[in-house]
Nanobody, 121 residues
Framework: QVQLVESGGGLVQPGGSLRLSCAAS????????LGWYRQVPGNQREMDAG???????DYGDSVKGRFTISRDTAQNTVYLQMNSLKPEDTAVYYC???????????????WGRGTQVTVSS
C-alpha cells in the first residue's frame, strides 16, 4: 500500500502564497499520475491540478495561472505552489495518486489525509 502525507498548509492572507508538499511511501511499481484536490465542507472534492510522469500537467479552471504543480520522481514527491491566494481557496487539500502495483497494470487510487489551507485577513 502507498501512503501519501501532505504538508505545508496553514493560514495565509489574501494575495499570499503557500507551497504544499506530498510525499509517497510504501510499495508500488509506479505512480503515473499525482494530483491535488480540494474539498470544502458540504461540497464534493474537486481537482485543482494533476501531473503525469512525463511532466504533463492539467489544472482546474479556478486555479489556472495561479497554481503550479510539479513532481520530483526520484523522491516520490509532488508539490503545489499556490500564488495569489483568495479567500475562496480556503479548503482541505488532498494529495492523490494513481498507483500501479505491477507491470501488468494492476492499479488503485490512493489519497492522503489532507492539509488545511485558510486564506483570510
Amino acid at each position: 500500500q502507498v501512503q501519501l502525507v501532505e504538508s505545508g498548509g496553514g493560514l495565509v492572507q489574501p494575495g499570499g502564497s503557500l507551497r504544499l508538499s506530498c510525499a509517497a511511501s510504501g510499495s508500488f511499481f509506479s505512480l503515473p499520475v499525482l494530483g491535488w484536490y480540494r474539498q470544502v465542507p458540504g461540497n464534493q472534492r474537486e481537482m485543482d491540478a494533476g501531473i503525469a510522469l512525463g511532466g504533463t500537467a492539467d489544472y482546474g479552471d479556478s486555479v489556472k495561472g495561479r497554481f503550479t504543480i510539479s513532481r520530483d520522481t526520484a523522491q516520490n514527491t509532488v508539490y503545489l505552489q499556490m500564488n495569489s491566494l483568495k479567500p475562496e481557496d480556503t479548503a482541505v487539500y488532498y494529495c492523490n495518486s494513481l498507483v500501479y502495483t505491477d507491470h501488468a497494470g494492476s492499479r488503485y487510487i490512493s489519497w492522503g489525509r489532507g492539509t488545511q489551507v485558510t486564506v483570510s485577513s
